[in-house]
Structures are given as structure tokens and as C-alpha cells.
């Protein structure tokens, strides 16, 4: 199963745009890229999925370069809300596999 | 339409004891999963379940955890005995087809706390 690696945490002021990166350097041919938020007391929310290239959702822009070792989540113009942990489980082998999240906070 | 319901919300036990939790998925919803998310960490998949039928348990601790699904909706995860370590997080998540198995939908989980 592919590893990821995230940034512990990052801060970003209300109104921005926030790219969120992950690493994920062993990335099967068969994996997908998911990203999940997840806010305390709550169990992880699905946000946007993708293969390669580019996929925009209502919610969020993902976006995966041609070796597929990382993406990132745009997030266009973030709320107090946005406040939460990001994950982004590969999907592979019928598993996702999460790792230990970037912790998002959103200042006002 | 309803979410994946579980129940307790909350549940503290001593060591050494044994602990049930209950699992209800989205409706129509085949896959059922049991993850644990101990404090700081991402969740951790236990045990998938495909109807009433095990995919995948290896990474659920056999000697005191144990699982079912029995009419292939609901599902109860329980530990005995309970260990410290044990103490986490325990969520129920479902997804719905084959080719959508990355989007699941997770409960609330019940927060377990072995003293």
C-alpha cells in the first residue's frame, strides 16, 4: 500500500486560496488519489478523487502531475469552516489507506 | 437520505473488559467498514466487509477483536478482553458499488476510553 506524507499543520487567513500538498511516492499503477477532511468529533468526510491531471468538484480542484508521486487540493477562498485535518488515502488493494493528515486553520 | 449510524457515541471501560459497538450503514450501501483512530493518527481499516461476507481482516487483532454482519446490513465490532492501547476511536464507514470504493462514508464513531 502506498505511504503518504503531509505537512503537520498550516495556517491560512479566511478568504484565501489553500494548496494542500501530499506526497505519495510508491503510488501503484492501479491507485487512485483520494482526499478525505475531517472535523473533531466527526468521522472523515469524502472531498474529490482523481487518477491523473486535473478534476474540480463544487467543493475543491485536485490536482495530480504526470508521475503521480503527489498532489494537491485547492481549496478556493476558505472559511473559519475550512478549519479541519486533510487526508489523503491512496486507494489500492481494496484499501484506503490514511495517513497522519495536515491540520488546516483557518484565521479570521 | 440517513448517514452511517453507530452506537455509543461514547463508552469508558476497565482493562480487561469487554465492549461491544453497533453499526448501522447507509442503506443499500454493500460494503461495510471497521476503522480505529487512536489520537493524532489517521484511521486504520480493521476489518472490510462485502454483505455478510469478510474481504479483509488482516489487520484486526484476531486473539480479542472479533466482528460480524450477520444479515448483511447492520454489524457489531467487539473487544475482549480490552487492552489500554485499545482506547481510540472506532469508525463504521459504507460505501456502495465496486467501482466507488474510495468514497465512503463514515459515522460518527464511538470514542472508547480503557482505564
Known amino acids: 500500500l502506498a505511504k503518504t506524507t503531509q505537512p503537520i499543520s498550516m495556517d491560512s487567513y479566511e478568504g484565501q486560496e489553500v494548496n494542500i500538498t501530499c506526497s505519495h511516492n510508491?503510488?501503484?499503477?492501479?491507485?487512485?488519489i483520494t482526499w478525505y477532511q475531517q472535523f473533531p468529533s466527526q468521522g472523515p468526510r469524502f472531498i474529490i478523487q482523481?487518477?491523473?491531471t486535473k478534476v474540480t468538484n463544487e467543493v475543491a480542484s485536485l490536482f495530480i502531475p504526470a508521475d503521480r508521486k503527489s498532489s494537491t487540493l485547492s481549496l478556493p477562498r476558505v472559511s473559519l469552516s475550512d478549519t479541519a485535518v486533510y487526508y489523503c488515502p491512496v486507494y489500492g488493494n481494496n484499501r484506503l489507506a490514511f495517513g497522519k493528515g495536515n491540520q488546516v486553520v483557518v484565521i479570521p | 437520505e440517513a448517514g452511517v449510524a453507530q452506537s455509543p457515541r461514547y463508552k469508558i471501560i476497565e482493562k480487561r473488559q469487554s465492549v461491544a459497538f453497533w453499526c448501522n450503514p447507509i442503506s443499500g450501501h454493500a460494503t461495510l467498514y471497521w476503522y480505529q483512530q487512536i489520537l493524532g493518527q489517521g484511521p486504520k481499516l480493521l476489518i472490510q466487509?462485502?454483505?455478510?461476507?469478510?474481504?479483509?481482516d488482516s489487520q484486526l487483532p484476531k486473539d480479542r477483536f472479533s466482528a460480524e454482519r450477520l444479515k448483511g446490513v447492520d454489524s457489531t465490532l467487539k473487544i475482549q478482553p480490552a487492552k489500554l492501547e485499545d482506547s481510540a476511536v472506532y469508525l463504521c464507514a459504507s460505501s456502495l458499488t465496486d467501482y466507488t470504493h474510495y468514497e465512503q462514508y463514515f459515522g460518527p464513531g464511538t470514542r472508547l476510553t480503557v482505564t
Open positions: 510508491n503510488i501503484a499503477t492501479n491507485d487512485y
Open positions: 482523481g487518477y491523473k
Open positions: 466487509f462485502q454483505n455478510n461476507g469478510v474481504v479483509d
